[in-house]
């Protein structure tokens, strides 16, 4: 059901979105920045930009919402966070961005981060000073080592980390994929197209508010017993395009708790009438 939701929120964020760029296409840069001086939003999606717009840091406190997403923006300003003090989301997908700026971790208003299909190497140490973050989306990077600061996202409800170049072993973490355990009320996590994960950590076993998780496309070959035992509301497990043995994680202590779950899940979603052709089993292997 979770999935459902996110998947239907997705969706409408696209079209809010595709209406955002439609507008800017029809109206003037100056028009634009008379709005969001109005409004506290900043809507330049899609809007031809190399650099960040400078009128935005003009607007400082004013601003609560910044999408300048689809652009060529290739760095943000080394004073971002410290003039843009009460944005609580921004929305950087789809620019060149190849760093993000220390300063962007006093935006401590920040409720959702996206930088998805950008350039990004390095996260900041101090992200976890993101303390209302509830959504942060990395997918499509280049980020290898998470900071270990990010167990201090304590609010965190979902993460996308998919398709970077994060890296996890049975015996060794060299991306702090296990720092994620913190983000106590951490629902969806997705890790997605790491090649070089070949085991999910035991620490993520330590989340218990945990409702999906996907590793679709990474090696993958079983779910640590931590997993099923400690992620007491865990509905899905999706391992698309893994060398799973299904074997071996059906006879993992838990999994009969969490095949309960996975199929009172599936049977909300039939009774609810909810999108019926395209339900999943929990756990998706291909």
């Known amino acids: 059901m979770s999935d459902f939701f996110s998947r239907l929120t997705n969706d409408i964020t696209v079209a809010f979105e595709k209406l955002g760029s439609d507008f800017n296409k029809a109206t003037s840069a100056s028009k634009r920045k008379e709005t969001a001086g109005k409004t506290g939003i900043v809507s330049e999606r899609e809007a031809g930009w190399s650099s960040f717009p400078e009128y935005v840091i003009e607007l400082g406190p004013k601003v609560r919402s910044i999408n300048c997403e689809r652009n060529s923006i290739a760095s943000l300003p080394e004073d ?3 003039k843009l003090t009460l944005v609580t ?14 300063s962007l971790c006093l935006m401590t208003t920040l409720k959702s981060l ?10 900041p ?3 976890g000073d993101l303390v209302r973050l509830e959504e942060l989306v990395l997918r499509d990077n280049r980020i290898r080592v998470l900071p270990k600061s990010i167990c201090g996202l304590k609010k965190l409800t979902r993460v996308d980390l998919s398709r970077n170049r994060l890296t996890c072993a049975e015996t060794q ?8 355990a913190g983000c106590a009320r951490l629902t969806e996590l997705r890790v997605d197209g790491n090649v070089g994960i070949e085991a999910l950590p035991n620490a993520w076993g330590q989340l218990t508010a945990l409702v999906s998780v996907s590793a679709d496309e990474t090696r ?19 391992l698309r395009c893994c060398p799973t043995d299904i074997d071996a994680i059906r006879a993992t202590k838990g999994w009969d708790e969490f095949d309960a779950r996975r199929i009172k ?3 909300k979603q039939i009774h609810g ?14």
């Open 265 to 267: 899940g599936r049977d």
């Open 173 to 180: 973490d060299e991306s702090g994929l296990a720092n994620v």
């Open 125 to 127: 140490d101090t992200l």
């Open 114 to 123: 996206r930088l998805e299909k950008n350039k990004i190497e390095h996260l």
């Open 273 to 286: 009438g909810v999108m019926l052709g395209s339900l999943d089993d929990g756990l998706d292997k291909s």
């Open 220 to 238: 993958v070959r079983t779910v640590p017993t931590e997993v099923f035992t400690g992620c007491v509301k865990l509905e899905r497990v999706s």
């Open 80 to 82: 971002f966070g410290l």
């Open 89 to 102: 989301k921004l929305s950087m997908g789809y620019n060149v961005l190849a760093r993000l700026p220390d």
